[in-house]
């Protein structure tokens, strides 16, 4: 179960990020779709449950239907555009790629969400004569789950994404899970009366459900060893891309590239957002970016490109005396799909002498290198996510500063426009050129369509007017469609920046940084505003948040869940689901916040990010068994509940500190080393103390108010197989598996949504530290004084 789920999520997040050509607010509705959905299966599949006592063959049929949606899912992530006649590679809103993934993922997350409360119940059933008690048993069942999770995230990160196709993983997923079913079926005289399926005659159901299991196994293993799956695989590709002609797709572990044809061109998607386009690029685009720095610059030399060099910024590069270009590019599979789809110019481009390719991180690669550069070009485009967002932060500028040559200059484009500049954009722009001037002594814009951004400290970056530039273009012989003297003049004419200076500069000095990442979040507020500008104003007030406005908030809501909890009766309600759903909420955070600042100082290493996460989940893992193997002996778990609560608030608080190091540090081995195991020590613990809590609080919901609700629901039944003592616990167990587990993905659907577009982007990670510690806070003086009231005091 765990391993299917962890699959089908990463797979189906895949798919719909490339059709809706996903940012990081993309990423996080499809995230929070997929939590919110299994949520709703856990708990409502929990409350049905809890009125019958067999479960066995719901179980079955859960897991068959999941083996169903599964493949169908991904077949409909790429056609849907399709269906409602939407053209390859056409963005939408935040309501459509909210209510398109909810309706793609419903029928795969909710059936997988309900199997772990019927695994739950059947585990129980199962174990119910060893002495094992009912919080150990929904114990156990997290556990492996969670291992399950690991094995089959480490499977599909290292070893199946580059090999096989989505529909054959994930046929093989439908495969195993009807065979585990079939193995289920099976009868055997030592299963549980209430998974005893041994079907006597006349018994079709059993029958039925034995031979339905059959087919599907046969089936979907006809399928998976036959060509078949493969025709499936391109039809669907074809369809998803109809109208261009289908070259190539593949899956890098960084993401999806198709090369498309139509009318002699070929353009290159990566994850769908066009990349790269032969023989005939974006001339007027990359003329801009390329020329102007490059004539700004009195004798460019040595020249890094970061991103986006193929397809005609190099040619263009190169029609200048420059001696050495070195291209970083992240993903080789681009490159190497470009040299085989692409055409003359890219292979002028990639097989010139001077130029040197390094497929890494290109700050990482910025911070190794010892090379010193005249011009540093970022062709990243604008970051809407905190990868790319990286290459545009105050401590970014200053690592290029630090290895460019004396008069050297970085380069970077924005969007723009000569006539208006709306808000988002206004902000957008304001704040990148605040962090240039924070760092450059002296920045120069070349307002248009494109803003482009030129930064340096020497003073001839100021000086060289058109009539320089068009002298320098001559001197150096190269030949141009567009940028030639008089288009130069027109660009650089004092009523464009002066328009560009009244729109910016009024604005607050607002500086994007590695840990307050706001570009994104004006990146985001900006796409928002072009395909869902009825959400603007939700984007307005998260902006103008602040620390203590949502202090305050949480305070507030605090304070009158504890007047309701206080005027209820000590037996009705507990605050443990609420206490579940905020340590889901700050797990999701802390994976986050790890991983982005493991980014910012190591650069973006796939492998790297696949350990730490794999980190986080084996520290979850390991508390919850140690746990879970401990509850039986323990007279009360209320006291290592509080405690391991006190400890989420005070990681909360030390987080941001651990992690404030200069990236100047790393040059040293020894201090390298440290740091790397201090970000897996920081994943392992912040995974340890969220996974701490699961089987804690099972115990204590088990023997809370809850109890006496599951008992009045079981006199309830009609036909029970068990007495009624059995009963109570089978349905205290379905109940409480239900409701803790929902409460855990919703706190991670809210963590996901929240934390990585709005808390870190806005906030900073200081600052969302100190606010996961203020919502564990009131996590734990909500706990506390249900202790108190019910006695469960040690």
């Given at each position: ?734 109940h409480t598996a239900g409701l803790l587990y929902a409460s855990d993905l919703l706190g991670g659907y809210l963590g996901g949504l929240i934390g990585g577009v709005l808390l870190l982007p806005i906030l ?21 004084q249900h202790t108190l009231r019910t006695g469960k005091r040690r």
């Open positions: 179960m765990g391993a299917s789920g962890i699959v089908a999520q990463i797979i189906l997040l895949r798919e719909l990020m490339v059709s809706f050509l996903g940012n990081e607010l993309v990423l996080g509705i499809i995230l929070a779709n997929w939590l919110i959905l299994e949520a709703t299966g856990s708990y409502l599949v929990g409350r049905a449950v809890c009125r019958r006592l067999q479960a066995f063959r719901p179980f079955l049929i859960t897991q068959l239907l999941f083996s169903l949606a599964l493949p169908a899912a991904i077949y409909l992530a790429r056609v849907f555009k399709t269906i409602v006649l939407l053209a390859p590679g056409e963005a939408v809103g935040f309501i459509p790629i909210l209510t398109a993934s909810f309706l793609i993922l419903l029928p795969v997350a909710i059936p997988h969400g309900a199997l772990f409360t019927f695994g739950s119940r059947l585990y129980r059933s199962g174990v119910r004569d060893s002495g094992t008690s009912p919080a150990s048993s929904i114990g156990w069942v997290y556990v492996l789950e969670t291992l399950g999770s690991i094995l089959g995230g480490l499977l599909l990160t290292f070893l199946l994404i580059q090999r096989l196709h989505s529909f054959t993983i994930t046929l093989g997923i439908s495969l195993i899970n009807t065979l585990i079913s079939l193995i289920l079926l099976w009868p055997h005289p030592q299963q549980p009366p209430e998974q005893l399926n041994r079907a006597p005659q006349g018994d079709w159901p059993a029958w039925a459900l034995r031979g339905f299991c059959l087919f599907l196994t046969v089936a979907y293993a006809l399928l998976l060893f036959s060509p078949l799956t493969d025709r499936i695989h391109l039809s669907s590709i074809r369809t998803q891309w109809k109208g261009l002609d289908l070259l190539h797709s593949e899956n890098s572990i960084y993401g999806n590239i198709t090369v498309t044809g139509k009318e002699g061109q070929t353009t290159f998607f990566t994850d769908g957002v066009p990349a790269v386009t032969v023989p005939v690029p974006d001339i007027a685009a990359i003329e801009d970016f390329v020329h102007f720095p490059m004539l700004l610059h009195p004798q460019p030399e040595t020249v890094l490109i970061v991103g986006g060099g193929a397809g005609g910024m190099i040619r263009e590069v190169l029609k200048h005396p420059v001696r050495s270009i070195d291209y970083v590019e992240l993903d080789p599979l681009l490159l190497t799909l470009i040299e085989r789809h692409g055409s003359p110019l890219t292979e002028r481009e990639l097989s010139d002498q001077r130029v040197q390719i390094h497929y890494t991180d290109g700050r990482l690669f910025l911070t190794r290198t010892e090379k010193r550069f005249d011009l540093v070009l970022i062709g990243l485009g604008y970051p809407q996510e905190l990868q790319t967002n990286r290459l545009y932060s105050r401590e970014f500028f200053t690592t290029a500063k630090e290895k460019m040559r004396p008069q050297g200059m970085i380069a970077l484009s924005l969007p723009g426009s000569q006539t208006y500049l709306g808000e988002e954009l206004r902000k957008l722009n304001g704040s990148l050129l605040h962090t240039l001037e924070r760092v450059f002594a002296r920045v120069r814009v070349v307002p248009g369509d494109e803003n482009l951004y030129i930064a340096g400290d020497s003073p001839e970056l100021m000086r060289v007017d058109s009539a320089e530039m068009a002298r320098r273009l001559a001197a150096r012989r190269v030949r141009t469609s567009l940028v030639r003297p008089p288009y130069i003049e027109y660009r650089l004419q004092p009523q464009w920046l002066e328009s560009y200076e009244r729109a910016v500069k009024s604005l607050p000095r607002r500086i994007n940084s590695d840990f307050r990442p706001l570009a994104v979040f004006y990146s985001l507020s900006y796409w928002n505003a072009l395909f869902s500008p009825y959400l603007k104003g939700i984007f307005s007030w998260f902006e103008e948040a602040r620390l203590y406005t949502i202090a305050l908030v949480i305070a507030a809501a605090t304070l009158v869940i504890l007047v309701v909890y206080t005027l209820r009766p000590a037996n009705r309600g507990t605050p443990l689901p609420y206490a579940i759903a905020t340590t889901g909420f700050c797990g999701m955070v802390f994976d986050l916040a790890v991983i982005f600042t493991f980014q910012t100082l190591f650069g973006y290493l796939y492998y790297q990010i696949g350990l730490l996460v794999t980190v986080f989940m084996a520290g979850a893992a390991l508390n919850s068994l140690l746990a879970t193997r401990r509850l039986e002996r323990m007279k009360s778990p209320a006291t290592p509940f509080l405690i391991s609560e006190l400890c989420l608030v005070s990681f909360s608080i030390l987080l941001p500190f651990v992690f404030i190091i200069p990236s100047r540090s790393l040059e040293q081995p020894i201090v390298y080393l440290l740091l790397y195991a201090l970000f897996l020590s920081m994943s392992f613990t912040s995974g340890a103390l969220t996974g701490l809590q699961f089987p804690l609080a099972t115990r204590l919901h088990l023997e809370g108010a809850s109890r006496a609700r599951s008992i009045r629901r079981v006199k309830r039944e009609r036909g029970a197989a068990f007495d009624a003592q059995q009963g109570e616990q089978l349905a205290a167990v379905t900073g990670l200081k600052h969302s530290c100190f606010i996961l510690a203020m919502i564990k806070g009131s996590s734990l003086l909500l706990n506390l």
